[in-house]
């Protein structure tokens, strides 16, 4: 850039786009600003691609100078692109209230400027409030496409609205859409797997042409949600003669499947497998599954050796999990032993010292301590 002649508009908005797109938000607008000191005025395109640096790095203040920019040149009416990029802006830095103000001053927002707004208020948490717009969307008489539909899947995955997640299938098997997004397959599988309808899930699992890890982690964990530990190492046997590698959640999953069913010997097996088999490096969560597992055996000598393989003392799911199976079996030394390692990373941790009471009382229930 240094060496052109003379740099326009269309050479320094090249620029600035290259930098936001590649994450550069800091450097892109110090293209921007330094564009400005050469004496060029941006145009649409330019603004577009400013408001994404400050999205990317919260640059709320600049962020606002351009609307007013962009409304002083009577630029927002016109250019729905433009005023999306607007929404996007300060859904990105947090401001809702602004974003959507934004998105009804577009004249006639497109499938697009509906995704940003409904995917910034998914992301934000404000399920309600997506849900809505949705809705709105299509009551306006827009058709959803893949994008939105695999965000509103995953909202009823963790909200468990299955009536609504049924819905969505019905509307997405009209629009044709299943057969041609895997991803969106997938997003479906996980919605019933996490809703408990795994009849379904297998169903619209079994019509992927082409079953990936994601597709695959996503039936495992809805089977070994409902305790069906076998159905979960089934599958798993099946994925790896089909040639799929399981990874750190697929043995994640696994071993909370044996864990919850007691398959003591099955879950010691599939952790040694995770490296010996599959060089994979197990993390605190896949140990803090394994003391779970063998914990509610009671084997706390198997338990110790695990634990001399892993710096496990600030890990506070790993030592709850260590103190649960304390207080089921009344295991007074190892379990004062984890107290401490509890309280000294969290004093007010409230499940620690009712466990601990409950190891010496005995007054223990199973529900609480493990």
């Given at each position: 850039?240094?060496?052109l ?54 640059s ?10 962009i ?8 250019d ?13 830095c ?45 009551d ?17 995955s ?6 609504i ?6 509307d ?35 019509q ?68 010996a088999?599959?060089a ?12 779970d ?21 600030n ?33 007010n ?17 199973e529900?609480?301590?493990?």
């Amino acid at each position: 850039l240094r060496k052109l002649p003379r740099r326009d508009v269309v050479t320094w908005t090249s620029l600035i786009r290259g930098y936001a797109h590649h994450g550069c938000g800091n450097v892109a607008l110090r293209c921007f600003w330094q564009m400005r000191k050469e004496g060029v005025s941006p145009n649409e395109v330019t603004f577009m691609f400013v408001l994404k640096a400050c999205g990317s790095i919260g640059s709320l203040e600049l962020g606002k100078q351009i609307h007013r920019e962009i409304g002083d040149q009577g630029l927002l009416g016109k250019d729905i692109v433009l005023g999306t990029a607007l929404v996007d802006m300060y859904i990105k830095c947090g401001v809702m209230e602004k974003a959507l103000k934004v998105f009804k001053s577009l004249q006639t927002p497109d499938v697009i400027a509906w995704r940003t707004l409904i995917s910034g208020f998914a992301q934000h948490g404000l399920t309600e409030e997506a849900f809505y717009f949705f809705r709105k969307m299509k009551d306006d008489g827009l058709s959803p496409d893949a994008i939105i539909f695999i965000c509103i899947l995953k909202l009823c995955s963790c909200t468990g609205s299955l009536e609504i997640g049924e819905g969505l299938h019905h509307d997405i098997n009209k629009q044709g859409l299943l057969e041609k997004d895997a991803i969106l397959a997938t997003t479906l599988v996980d919605m019933y797997a996490k809703c408990g309808l795994l009849v379904k899930a297998q169903e619209i699992f079994d019509q992927i042409h082409l079953k990936d890890l994601v597709s695959w982690n996503s039936l495992l964990a809805g089977y070994a949600q409902l305790g069906q530990a076998r159905n979960v190492l089934g599958l798993l046997f099946k994925m790896v003669s089909e040639g799929i590698e399981p990874d750190l959640l697929t043995f994640h999953v696994l071993l909370i499947a044996c864990s919850h069913a007691g398959l003591v010997k099955e879950g010691g097996e599939l952790f040694s497998e995770m490296y010996a088999a599959f060089a994979l490096t197990p993390t605190l969560e896949h140990y803090t599954c394994m003391v779970d597992l063998i914990g509610r055996a009671g084997d706390f000598d198997k338990m110790k050796v695990l634990l001399d393989d892993v710096q496990a003392c600030n890990h506070i799911p790993l030592l709850l999990s260590i103190l649960g199976a304390c207080c089921k079996w009344r295991n007074v030394s190892f379990g004062s032993w984890a107290f401490k390692q509890l309280i000294r990373v969290d004093g007010n941790c409230a499940a620690a010292y009712v466990c601990m009471e409950s190891i010496y009382t005995g007054s223990w229930s199973e529900d609480e301590c493990i």
